[in-house]
Nanobody, 113 residues
Framework: QVQLMESGGGLIQTGGSLRLSCAVS??????MGWYRQAPGKQRELVAA???????NYADSVKGRFTISIDNAKRTVYLQMNSLKPEDTAVYYC?????????WGQGTQVTVSS
């Protein structure tokens, strides 16, 4: 059974930092992504990483967010610094196998102004 388990969300003030974690089980560890979905908006890609360490970021988070991967722990992280109210959303980790997308349950990040 494939499981992606996010943790680390919460309520934080503008300018603060949070680190999200996503532990993966039941599937061969491979490229991972973090997405987010704000109320009334479509889910969007925030950051992605390959096992080799190549990364890709949404323009809105470049320079503030860092995605990293720990192959031994089968965990992907999202370090979020200089948080803004517009970063408020449910954050999901994702991995894809062919046409299949696997998602975690999501973790809420709320940034207060």
């Amino acid at each position: 059974q494939v499981q992606l388990m996010e943790s680390g969300g919460g309520l934080i003030q503008t300018g603060g930092s949070l680190r999200l974690s996503c532990a993966v089980s039941g599937i061969i560890f491979n490229a991972m992504g973090w997405y987010r979905q704000a109320p009334g908006k479509q889910r969007e890609l925030v950051a992605a990483i390959t096992l080799g360490g190549s990364t890709n970021y949404a323009d809105s988070v470049k320079g503030r967010f860092t995605i990293s991967i720990d192959n031994a722990k089968r965990t992907v992280y999202l370090q979020m610094n200089s948080l803004k109210p517009e970063d408020t959303a449910v954050y999901y980790c994702n991995t894809r196998r062919g046409l299949l997308d696997f998602w975690g349950q999501g973790t809420q990040v709320t940034v207060s102004s």
